[in-house]
């Protein structure tokens, strides 16, 4: 029984060895190490943190990409070399916006030329970045990464290479993505908005959501929906609202205005945001979310999602 035990603990106290792929240490080990990393960085506020990969998603034509380049260049003021690549703008498109070229030093444009056939854009990407030195990257927008988001596998494996560059290079990815023609004000914003596959939210840091309110169309909400290296702060009841303004030298960007209420910015329900709703709930329930999960998703209470479930098998 003594050699048993001895051997047990042997075996317990066997240090831990590495294989090819996975680097293997105990628990303490690596908590010792987290403690010795830098604090985090916030390169723009609630939108932004260094090392992360971030999506910002919202409705076509709401001014997604004017709010990423003053992202951007808010970034590449404090001295980061910002990339922004662009498969969105053409060059006469990029003029009507910005009237003034006073952009910082720091902020890079890159467009794909037409004289040069591309097979691999994620390629481009990083071939791009590296010989600019490029420390964040903008990609606006993910469907030039791959055509088939709404396929797992595809979207697993391209969120899987874009993760594996950020930890390569220590670069910090913000990608740009769009949501189904349902979400068109009525229905609050939430990681089932981000277009494509669940996997893309899944393996995403960070997840921004735009909104448009319905009463003034000038004016955007900003919702955080994922933010996993802290605590939200802009959520249902406290979401940002910025106005799309020109400034001084006529270039256009958003200015912030206040803090608002989702709820209160949403279109009225009609008959058609009811039945879009309807269908949002079927849907998660068909997935398997319990009724609070699919309340707390949708921004509603669990006693409706009740009601709309009931009312959808009588």
């Known amino acids: 029984m003594d050699d048993i035990m001895s051997s047990f603990r042997q075996l317990q106290e066997k240090s831990a060895v590495n294989t090819k792929s996975f680097r293997v240490a105990s628990m303490n080990e690596y908590l010792e190490k987290a403690k010795l990393l830098p604090p985090l960085v916030v390169l723009y506020p609630n939108i932004v943190l260094e090392g992360d990969l971030c999506i910002i998603f919202g409705q076509s034509g709401i001014g997604k990409t004017i709010f990423a380049m003053q992202v951007a260049r808010e970034i ?7 990339l922004y690549l662009d498969f969105e703008m053409s060059e006469r498109q990029l003029a009507l916006r910005y009237n003034t070229p006073n952009f910082p030093p720091t902020f890079f444009r890159a467009e794909l ?13 990083e071939r791009a970045a590296v010989e ?21 596998m595809e979207a697993g ?3 899987s290479s874009l993760n594996a560059l950020k930890k390569e290079h220590g670069w910090t990815l913000v990608v740009l993505n769009h949501v189904p023609k349902r979400y068109s004000g009525s229905i609050p914003l939430s990681l089932e908005a981000i277009q494509g596959s669940a996997k893309l939210n899944q393996l995403v840091d960070d997840a921004i959501g735009l909104g448009v309110s319905s009463k003034d ?3 955007v909400y900003v919702k955080q929906c994922k933010w996993r290296n802290g ?29 608002g209420s989702e709820r209160e910015l949403l279109a009225t329900e009609t008959e058609n945001g009811q039945g879009e709703l309807r269908s949002s709930v079927a849907s998660l329930h068909g997935q398997g979310y319990t009724q609070q999960q699919i309340a707390d998703r ?5 006693s409706k999602v009740s009601r709309i479930l009931k009312s959808q098998m009588a």
């Open 76 to 82: 590449a003021d404090k001295g980061k070399r910002v």
């Open 113 to 125: 030329r037409t004289d040069n056939a591309v097979d691999n854009v994620l390629t481009e990407i």
């Open 132 to 152: 600019n030195h490029a420390e964040v990257l903008f990609i606006d927008n993910i469907t030039a990464l791959g055509q088939s988001l709404d396929k797992g």
């Open 157 to 159: 494996t391209l969120m």
């Open 217 to 219: 169309h000038s004016v």
């Open 231 to 259: 605590e939200m702060e802009l959520y249902a009841d406290h979401v940002a609202l910025y106005e799309r303004t020109k400034d001084e030298v006529g270039n256009l960007g958003f200015s912030f205005r206040d803090y």
């Open 298 to 302: 949708l921004n509603i209470s669990q």
